[in-house]
């Protein structure tokens, strides 16, 4: 069964500061990554995904992901965070076949910015 | 464009008692899906409709869970009766008919709290 996780449950930066939030996923068949976020009352929202091509992926909001097959990883990042990117942060991977599609989630990393 | 929206945003109910969730997906989209996320858990996956038809609830924890999509626009998720356990964040999301992969859209969140 696939499975996503996210070593890192809660991360504390400075604002201007860079990001990495790491995702390791564990999928049988070539794999279509998400990123979401979600910000306090908010619901999820999409910041970019991977289905195939150039393994480094532009996102909403000055975030981008890497792909790298070798090390199962899909490792979100951003060079200078905001205080608004203060939020919650979900990979996820694709489980669906060719219709349906429903999203395995990891844990969730919890980002906390101090100005 | 309207998002997806979701009715309540809160819910507090004693364990026995029934409570119905509401979803409405973006205008246009075929694809509906539930999720929910139990405390301190993953955001986990209920079921998955294609209009009105359940292409997939393999989800779907047990039998008090029902989800309804008639006239394939809004859906409901009832529960009933609601347990302690059910208590967390119950998710809607929707996408666009197509080739698949096509992007969820989420809707802010029902916070269901079981007493």
Redesign the interface.
């Known amino acids: 069964a696939q499975s996503?996780t996210q070593p890192d449950i809660h991360i504390t930066v400075s604002e201007g500061a860079s990001l990495e939030l790491r995702c390791n996923y564990s999928y049988g068949a070539t794999p279509?990554l998400f990123w979401?976020v979600q910000s306090p009352?908010?619901?999820?929202?999409?910041l970019l995904?991977y289905?195939s091509g150039d393994t480094l992926v532009q996102g909403i909001k000055g975030f981008e992901a890497e792909f790298k097959r070798s090390q199962s990883s899909f490792n979100l990042r951003k060079p200078s965070v905001h205080w608004s990117d203060a939020a919650e942060y979900?990979c996820a991977v694709?489980?669906?076949d060719?219709?349906?599609?429903?999203?395995?989630?990891?844990?969730?990393t919890r980002l906390s910015v101090l100005p | 464009e309207a998002?997806?929206t979701q009715f309540p945003s809160h819910s507090v109910i004693e364990k026995g008692q029934t409570v119905t969730l509401r979803c409405d997906p973006i205008s246009g989209h075929d694809?509906l899906?539930w999720?929910r996320r139990v405390m301190g858990?993953?955001?986990?996956?209920l079921l998955?409709f294609v209009k009105e038809s359940k292409?997939?609830e393999s989800?779907m924890p047990n039998n008090r869970f029902l989800a309804e999509r008639t006239g394939g626009t809004y859906s409901t998720l009832k529960v009933q009766p609601a347990e302690l356990e059910d208590s967390g964040v119950y998710?809607c999301?929707s996408?666009q008919e197509g080739t698949?992969?096509?992007?969820?859209?989420?809707?802010?969140?029902t916070r269901l709290l079981v007493l």
């Open positions: 996503v279509y979401y009352g908010q619901g999820l929202q999409l995904k289905f979900f694709d489980a669906g060719n219709y349906g599609q429903n999203f395995v989630f990891g844990p969730g | 998002g997806v694809n899906y999720y858990k993953e955001i986990k996956f998955h292409q997939d989800g998710f999301a996408s698949g992969w096509e992007t969820q859209y989420f809707g802010p969140g």
